[in-house]
Nanobody, 119 residues
Framework: QVQLVESGGGLVQAGGSLRLSCAAS????????MGWFRQAPGKEREIVGR????????YYGDSVKGRFTISRDDANNRMYLQMSSLKPEDTAIYYC????????????WGQGTQVTVSS
C-alpha cells in the first residue's frame, strides 16, 4: 500500500511562485514513476509532469514547461513541484500520484492541494 499526502498549496498572485510537496510512504519508490496532475473546475484532469524515481528523468506538460520543475528527495521519499511565473490559469487542485508498475496507470493518488493564482 502506498500513501501520498500533498501540501504547500495556497493563494498566490500572478507571477509568483509556490512549492508543492508530496510525502510518500508505504514502500520503496526506486522503481516507480511519480506524477503531478491538476484539475481545474469544469475541466478534465491533466498531467503537469512526471519523474522516473530511479533516474530523475522528468517530463512536463506543454502548459507548464519552462515554469514548473519536479524534483525528488530520495532519502525522505518526497517529491516536489516548484512552480514559478504562475498564471491565473494554473489555478486548480494539484494531485500527486504513483505509477508503481510503470504501466502508464497511476494506482495511488493523494487527496490534493488547492492552488489559487489571483490576477
Amino acid at each position: 500500500q502506498v500513501q501520498l499526502v500533498e501540501s504547500g498549496g495556497g493563494l498566490v498572485q500572478a507571477g509568483g511562485s509556490l512549492r508543492l510537496s508530496c510525502a510518500a510512504s508505504g514502500r520503496t519508490f526506486s522503481t516507480y514513476i511519480m506524477g503531478w496532475f491538476r484539475q481545474a473546475p469544469g475541466k478534465e484532469r491533466e498531467i503537469v509532469g512526471r519523474i522516473v524515481w530511479s533516474t530523475g528523468v522528468t517530463y512536463y506538460g506543454d502548459s507548464v514547461k519552462g515554469r514548473f520543475t519536479i524534483s525528488r528527495d530520495d532519502a525522505n521519499n518526497r517529491m516536489y513541484l516548484q512552480m514559478s511565473s504562475l498564471k491565473p490559469e494554473d489555478t486548480a487542485i494539484y494531485y500527486c500520484a504513483a505509477d508503481t508498475f510503470r504501466s502508464g496507470t497511476y494506482e495511488y493518488w493523494g487527496q490534493g492541494t488547492q492552488v489559487t493564482v489571483s490576477s
